[in-house]
């Protein structure tokens, strides 16, 4: 089981926690595999075609997995997912 | 001197401060270097007149304002900005006699408003806890319900990258024949699109581009919903080879390392920067990596983290560092 790392944004939608864990080999079937568990997320993780919304984003441990493969990318036992809101960065 | 380094006598003679912006100098890195034939260059742009890389973005904001006509007399410019960007803006528009107002979040270091004031500037603060975002909200309503405000956007002006196609790759360009990774921090995305363009037009795929980004700590992720994100207009993922988040723990470990075993004494993203340039190198046999120095370090002073330990640092989830 992958865990993830939930933001505050996000926590109601998953009952108030931090970190959930889900199942699933590849990032996309992770977090549909969250989503399933906790359907308040589905509409805020995914876009109507099933992509990522855009204003989210997922890291594999601290790597942007849209500049990996996306929701194809592969997700091992020892990973984290860290979903973070986009944000327009500070100190510019 | 070494054959292979080259020293310049003088970096150059210029009309005036604003002229003097750029041609900054690349420094190798020996003692971060993991392998011998990996060189990691950091290219001081904290060596820039205000002493930040946003000296060239506000240089070219501005330039394109006028080049446009954009500029009427009455009307002062309005930009959302965290600090570097507004103080060049600063400078700048001081120079050249434009009224400017910056748009900057409340929770930010204490320097910052005070280089914004040295340099004239109004400041209007937005809600620390919205962060960057907010800054940008904010401004973005002011500019629409006041024509008096000309808005240069560097979150979506091709002038930002513009400034870095155009300058810093180049003087990049000139002093590396080879480059295997370019790091820079991700905050509008100027200088990852503009220099990564130019890098990737010259140098094909042999060079990576590879993004640091803050990973903002909770108390400033203050987002109603995930629709309230932000992406600036100008950043392409595509352009990116790996987009990797620091920590705010991390980025202040590495800004201490940078002063404590290179003697660069750097702002935070430079720090976090370099935690990506070196694990980037750790992966190479051989090759350059040259990364990003934003900005110096003087506006973080008040913040200790060049003198105590990080664990002793305030609010460190709560503010914004970069």
């Known amino acids: ?92 | 001197m070494p054959a292979d380094l080259r020293n310049r006598p003088c970096g150059g003679r210029y009309g005036d401060i604003v002229q003097a912006i750029g041609n900054t100098p690349l420094v190798e890195l020996k003692r971060l270097s993991p392998h011998p034939g990996v060189r990691i260059w950091a290219k001081l742009e904290s060596a820039n007149p205000t002493g930040s890389i946003k000296d060239r973005v506000a240089r070219a904001l501005i330039e394109d304002l006028e080049s446009r006509g954009a500029i009427a007399p009455g009307q002062t410019i309005l930009e959302p900005t965290s600090g570097n960007t507004g103080i060049s803006l600063a400078m700048i528009c001081s120079r050249k006699g434009y009224p400017l107002k910056v748009v900057m979040p409340d929770n930010v270091t204490p320097e910052r408003t005070q280089l914004l004031q040295m340099y004239g500037a109004q400041i209007v603060y937005s809600p620390g806890d919205q962060g960057s975002n907010g800054a940008v909200a904010m401004a973005l309503e002011m500019a629409e319900r006041d024509s008096s405000y000309v808005m240069p956007y560097q979150y979506g002006n091709p002038a930002n990258p513009g400034a870095h196609y155009n300058g810093t790759a180049v003087e990049i360009l000139e002093e590396l024949d080879e480059i295997s990774a370019f790091v820079a921090g991700l905050g509008t995305g100027g200088t990852l699109m503009g220099t990564g363009r130019r890098l990737r037009e010259e140098l094909g795929d042999a060079v990576k581009i590879v993004a640091a980004e803050p990973m903002q700590g909770e108390p400033v992720q203050g987002l109603r919903s995930l629709d309230d994100g932000f992406i600036p207009p100008i950043i392409d993922l595509s352009l990116l080879d790996r987009k990797i988040f620091v920590t705010n723990r991390d980025a202040i470990v590495w800004t201490r390392k940078l002063l404590d075993e290179e003697g660069i004494f750097a702002g935070v993203s430079s720090g976090a920067i370099a935690s990506i340039a070196v694990r980037i190198a750790k992966e190479m046999d051989e090759g350059n990596v040259v990364f990003i120095v934003c900005d110096d370090g003087w506006k973080y002073l008040s913040s200790g983290i060049y003198t105590r330990p990080v664990d002793e640092i305030e609010n460190l989830d709560a503010t914004v560092w970069w």
Do not use: C, W
């Open chain 1, 1 to 92: 089981m992958a865990t993830i790392k939930i933001p505050p944004v996000l926590r109601s939608s998953v009952g108030g926690e931090k970190e959930v864990q889900a199942s699933g080999g590849t990032v996309g079937d992770v977090l549909r595999s969250l989503s399933d568990s906790h359907p308040a997320t589905e509409s805020q993780l995914f876009s109507g075609d099933g992509q990522l919304n855009r204003y989210v984003n997922v890291y594999l441990n601290d790597e942007d997995v849209r500049v990996l493969d996306g929701l194809d990318t592969s997700v091992g036992e020892s990973d984290t997912l860290v979903i973070l809101p986009a944000m327009a960065g500070g100190g510019r």
